[in-house]
């Protein structure tokens, strides 16, 4: 029987675009007019949804709009979404750092708030003044900072500068101590903005286990990232964020789907516009391509280990009779890892003219990162008649939709993986 | 799967509109530790990478002083009849804590944005850890001050201390001080959005020390006029200390009971305007 610690109701939030605050004198005028009159901000009822890509028609904007839900104790929420969906805002308004434009929110119990670390260092005092000052700031008293002094040095591994000014230190050093500082502030409820993207690979692991260990003693997080392998480990549930509003909210393999089919909704599906072409003899036009992952039935993100599903649409303006269809990949570097051609598995091909259809299944072991496609049909003699260079980009996930674990891979040694057949003896 | 709570369950409710007046001493005293280290951070902090370090307090009174002395000698400035160097070192001391609070604390949100948009705690800790820190280096120039004021007490018989009024000065100082905080704060809610009142700030603060006693005290001014002068606490206040001190001076009561009147009103609309500020400043910052 869990209870609820934190509980949003319509909550919202306006802003004005173009100029520096929320209103200008007249707007601040007129609201005042009807604030004294005794009715409701006229404001209020204009605006839109926060869509960054589109132009909108009004001057108001809402960053968060009837925003509803509420957190049991000891639940560790992943809250994902592009950029400007509204996440930071969201964590601004439930750390106080800023209210709501309309609505409320209720909170239970001690709430820490870690939307930057290190807030508050000041570069002329040493790391032990530091530790004290920002732990203050963080709400912790003296007496526990003193208490947990040690164990914060030990964390931050900076034990032989602790007396050193902290303008002195490394730009690692310095975001260690402070991530250490708020990871020993012991608060009911944490929330944390995008934090791991710093320090090296061993102290991010150090940080993800701090925060696995902290959700493990009943607190409650809030996790706002993109790193996707974190939210999976990290988080049962997810709220995903679109255009200040929420989009989704439930489980998290669910929830990283949804996140990622957003992400990217304009490409891999479409018609070959002719400024794909990077070679054409005028004979074979490649019409339409279709990447078709049914996970992501509009983005280009591929799980870990899934194969690649192409399919393609190719017109032919005359017969050929010794036609062959290519793919390549190529890293986003530029190196070319892949080939693969109908010959290999068939004799050339024999085409009338007219229309063929095409799909091809590439095998996928590459490791997790960006990657391109490139498409080409050619006659055997080596005549290119159409190449699309490129044309397809796909982003390999450091997760699967198979594992539980979640977390595969996070770093990247090559671009691929060779099959190996491990034997292990005592 | 979940209890339902009642409101009165919840620790924080937060609402669009919060109330009209707020000052809570309750989680500001929460957070002494952090006042505490504020001040340490400003002392400490201010004078690193310089060669005169804690010098430099006594430097700044005593320029402005020697210069009004010897202004004073060229232009016949009346000092009621307190050697001119006592009268203006009296006067820079007590008139640079002011100012020093003021200006120190009408930046409160624009110094700070950094960290209040990043971290929630009560943002009154920042103006006041202000004030108590200028409070401190007070007492430091204030032993310089002594040290001329014991010289004259000495060798001359002009001062005549008060000792009813010596006993009231840490009282006036807290005053004075409250003053600045109240007039600081306001002017840090206000330049929030409109940027025009820190340049008014700027020049304002100047033209204020001339009709607060400092340069020219208040038996130099004509009966009415000292009348209207002297509601300014500043005046009134720095006009009983001096009197405190040397007998010398205008004190009068009734203008000091103006003036923790004066100051109670400035402090209390300050902070409201403060607690209207201090929720959506971060949007408007």
Redesign the interface.
């Known amino acids: 029987m869990s209870r609820k610690v934190i509980e949003i109701t319509q909550l919202g939030k306006q802003y004005r675009l173009g100029q520096v605050g929320t209103s200008t004198l007249s707007d601040d005028f007129k609201r005042w007019l009807y604030r004294v009159r005794g009715k409701e901000d006229p404001f209020l009822k204009v605006g839109e949804t926060n869509d960054r890509t589109k132009k909108g028609n009004s001057e108001y904007v809402w960053a968060l709009r009837d925003i509803n839900f509420s957190v049991n104790q000891g639940e560790v929420v992943g809250i994902i979404g592009k950029n400007g969906a509204g996440k930071s805002t969201l964590l601004k308004i439930l750390s106080r750092t800023t209210t709501p434009t309309t609505g409320e929110y209720k909170i239970k119990g001690r709430v820490a708030s870690l939307l930057e670390v290190g807030t508050g260092f000041h570069p002329d005092l040493s790391g032990r003044e530091n530790v004290f000052l920002n732990g203050a700031i963080m709400g912790m008293s003296k007496a526990e900072i003193r208490r947990q002094f040690d164990a914060i040095v030990d964390f931050s591994g900076v034990e032989r500068y602790i007396d050193t000014p902290v303008k002195r230190y490394s730009s690692g050093m310095y975001v260690r101590l402070a991530f250490a500082v708020a990871a020993h502030l012991e608060p009911e409820i944490l929330i944390v903005d995008e934090v791991l993207a710093v320090g090296d690979q061993e102290f991010q692991d150090k940080c993800l286990g701090k925060m696995k260990s902290v959700s493990g003693e009943g607190r409650t997080v809030l996790f706002v990232s993109h790193n996707m392998a974190a939210v999976k480990s990290l988080c049962k549930r997810t709220i995903v964020m679109r255009n200040g509003q929420v989009h989704f909210d439930g489980g998290v393999t669910e929830g990283i789907a949804k996140y990622l089919e957003a992400l990217n909704p304009s490409l891999n599906n479409g018609t070959i516009e002719p400024h794909h072409r990077t070679i054409n003899a005028g004979n074979v036009f490649i019409r339409h391509l279709k990447l078709e992952n049914e996970e992501f039935s509009n983005g280009n993100s591929i799980y870990f280990n899934n194969p690649v599903h192409i399919s393609m649409d190719i017109a032919f303006e005359k017969d050929l009779n010794d036609v062959l269809l290519d793919a390549r990949i190529s890293s986003n570097d530029g190196i070319e890892l892949f080939h693969s051609m109908t010959l290999y598995g068939s004799d050339l091909l024999q085409v009338k003219k007219g229309m063929l259809k095409a799909r091809v299944i590439l095998e996928n072991r590459l490791q997790p990162g960006k990657y391109f496609i490139s498409l080409g049909v050619h006659l055997s003699d080596g005549a290119t008649q159409d190449y699309l260079e490129n044309v397809l980009e796909i982003n390999v996930l450091n997760v699967t939709n198979t594992s539980e674990k979640g977390l595969i891979y996070d770093f990247k040694l090559g671009y691929a993986r060779m099959n190996a057949n491990w034997q292990i003896t005592n | ?3 339902t ?1 009642t ?1 009165t ?8 509109q ?1 109330a009209f007046f707020r000052l809570n001493l309750k989680e500001l005293w929460a ?1 002494r ?2 006042i ?3 001040v ?2 400003d002392l ?2 201010l004078y ?2 310089t060669i005169l370090g804690p010098v430099w307090m006594f430097l700044q009174p005593l320029f402005t002083t020697l210069l009004y002395t010897f202004l004073s000698k060229q232009a016949q400035f009346k000092t009621d009849s307190l050697p001119p160097l006592l009268f203006y070192l009296i006067g820079q001391t007590y008139w640079l804590y002011f100012a020093e609070c003021f200006t120190k604390t009408s930046n409160t949100f624009i110094a700070n944005a ?8 009560p943002r009154l800790v920042m103006p006041v850890s202000v004030i108590v820190s200028n409070l401190i280096r007070l007492g430091i120039q204030m032993l310089m001050m002594l040290c001329v004021y014991g010289y004259y007490l000495a060798t001359t018989n002009d001062l005549h201390p008060q000792y009813g009024l010596l006993a009231l000065q840490p009282f006036l100082i807290v005053l004075l001080g409250l003053f600045a905080l109240g007039l600081g704060v306001l002017f840090s809610a206000v330049t929030t ?1 409109y940027r025009d009142f820190s340049f008014l700030l700027g020049f304002g603060l100047q033209l204020f020390m001339f009709v607060s006693g400092i340069v020219f005290p208040a038996s130099t001014f004509s009966e009415k006029t000292r009348f209207v002068l002297m509601m300014n606490p500043v005046m009134s206040v720095t006009e009983a200390i001096k009197f405190g001190l040397t007998g010398q001076g205008y004190f009068s009561p009734l203008h000091l009971g103006v003036a923790v009147v004066v100051v109670i009103l400035v402090l209390f609309f300050s902070i409201m305007v403060f607690n209207r500020t201090e ?2 400043f ?3 910052v």
Do not use: E, H
């Open positions: 799967m979940s209890s709570n409101n369950d919840w620790d924080l409710i937060v609402k669009p919060g957070y530790d952090l505490i280290l504020m340490k951070r400490t902090a690193k990478q950094s960290v209040f948009g990043k971290v929630y705690f959005k929720r959506t971060m949007d408007t």
